[in-house]
């Protein structure tokens, strides 16, 4: 059309050069564009009585968004068939595992200890976590649905996030509990009491969701023009703000700020409780002192090491040129990390594995039935 239009300019100019002014003006009736049969509101009506409220109710509607749509891999629809199993397949490895591992640590006294009772509830948020989104993934990749609604949309949203910071906010209370096992084992029991471990689980809990409360609310208050279509398998907060059609500097702001409080604050102290702990270790004499004592720490710094690693490599790695590996990248961190939990805690850890064979044979549970 534009091009039409330039040629035809082109030829009004020709006209007038040659045959004068007539022939131009026929030319120049031909770029008239037809006015549209509406017209927009005039300016009194729109402020007139009531022509405010119009306006506002017509924007309203325009850009109201009741579901969002999730693209997930929809043009590589046979390896969403793959995904579909394999990720099936972790998400029950991970309730299993993570259930079982918070079930034996409720039943068996010898894990009622502050490092067990902390590390229930990192089993808890990998739960919980994974619930949030995995089952309506998995249903999105069978295309049955790729719809989320809004309200489903907001809290699948403010889960991750919260139980994001709070796994953060764990791991470094775990750290510290290490810390205090292994360089003031005779004020263990002083240090690390019943209700100073429910103070920091709640502390750390409170933090996650409240961090997450601002990040919604930052977000759920920007216009999106109707804009509904989410590029990802799920609601995850920088795909959102993809869709908004308004100024996110101060989202982006916040949302920094946040990370470097939450996840690197976090690391350091981590990282300082193990320097600590490797100086006590050092120091034993025997090697087989140094090896209990470097026991009682390895499943925790493992668990940090994959859960800090695996962001590193998602953040930190150069752009892939294709947007599917980025999103398949974020899926596994979201998946598969949670499901190793259990498994790195029983493999590596004595009371853990004492436990569930005395479930498997019985004798746990009916210990526990005897109370009653």
Known sequence: MAAERTSCRSKAHLSLSTDGGTKFQREAEMLRIPRPSHSFPSQPELCGPGGKRRKE???????????????GLQEHHSLE????????GIYCTTLLGNS?????????PRLHTPMYFFLSHLSLIDICGTTSFIPLMLINFLDVQRTISFPGCALQMYITLALGATECLLLAV???????????????????????????AVVSWGTGFANSLLHSILVWRLPFCGHNVINHFFCEILAVLKLACGDISLNALILM??????TMTPLLLICLSYMFILAAI??????????????????????????????????????AKDPSV??????????????LNPFIYSLRNM?????????????LLARKMSHF
């Open 257 to 262: 700020v946040a990370t470097a409080v939450l």
């Open 57 to 71: 109710m017509n924007w309203a509607n325009h850009t109201a968004v009741t579901e969002y749509i999730l693209l």
């Open 100 to 108: 079982l591992l918070v079930g034996l640590i409720v039943l068996d």
């Open 282 to 319: 050092f120091r034993v004499p025997s090697t087989a002192g140094r090896a209990k004592a470097f026991s009682t720490c390895s499943a925790h710094l493992t668990v940090v090491v994959i859960f800090y690693g695996t962001i590193s490599f998602m953040y930190l790695k150069p752009k």
């Open 351 to 363: 009371e853990v594995r004492a436990a569930v064979t005395a479930l498997l044979g019985g004798g």
């Open 174 to 200: 775990m750290a510290y509990d290490r810390y205090v096992a292994i360089c003031q084992p005779l004020r263990y029991s002083e240090l690390m009491n019943g209700p100073l471990c429910v103070r920091m």
């Open 326 to 339: 980025d999103k398949i990248i974020t899926l596994f961190y979201g998946i598969v990390t949670p499901s």
């Open 81 to 88: 068939i793959v995904l579909f199993v394999l990720c099936l």
